[in-house]
Nanobody, 127 residues
Framework: QVHLVQSGGGLVQAGGSLRLSCAASGRTFSSYAVGWFRQAPGKVRDFVAGIDWTGDRTSYTDSVKGRFTISIDNTKSTVYLHMDSLKPEDTAEYYC????????????????????WGQGTQVTVSS
């Protein structure tokens, strides 16, 4: 089991930056892919960015490409989402999730049904 603890987030003006953290408590992210998701009120939870435990594979949804950067620090068992040039439409509850990658796993950044989830953190971007 993976216990994820999120930190970061808050209120920022449009154009500003924030960094979210997702730490694995008591273990490493070895053999896991970690994703960031967001959910705005009344909307479904959407994938934002993902990274594998080596840091070699990353994925971003189109709307954040060039603005958000996902990274992993295995010495701290922490995945970061650095968000630049924030827009009001980035306002949402952000969640991290960790998914075990098996030999049979066909896609690192889809099918998160069996993932472990963090507690969520609010990001609000004012115009």
């Amino acid at each position: 089991q993976v216990h994820l603890v999120q930190s970061g987030g808050g209120l920022v003006q449009a154009g500003g930056s924030l960094r979210l953290s997702c730490a694995a408590s008591g273990r490493t992210f070895s053999s896991y892919a970690v994703g960031w998701f967001r959910q705005a009120p009344g909307k479904v939870r959407d994938f934002v960015a993902g990274i594998d435990w080596t840091g070699d594979r990353t994925s971003y949804t189109d709307s954040v490409k060039g603005r958000f950067t996902i990274s992993i620090d295995n010495t701290k068992s922490t995945v970061y989402l650095h968000m630049d040039s924030l827009k009001p439409e980035d306002t949402a509850e952000y969640y991290c999730a960790a998914k075990l990658i098996r030999r049979s796993t066909s896609s690192y950044f889809t099918d998160w049904e069996t993932a472990y989830w963090g507690q969520g953190t609010q990001v609000t971007v004012s115009s």
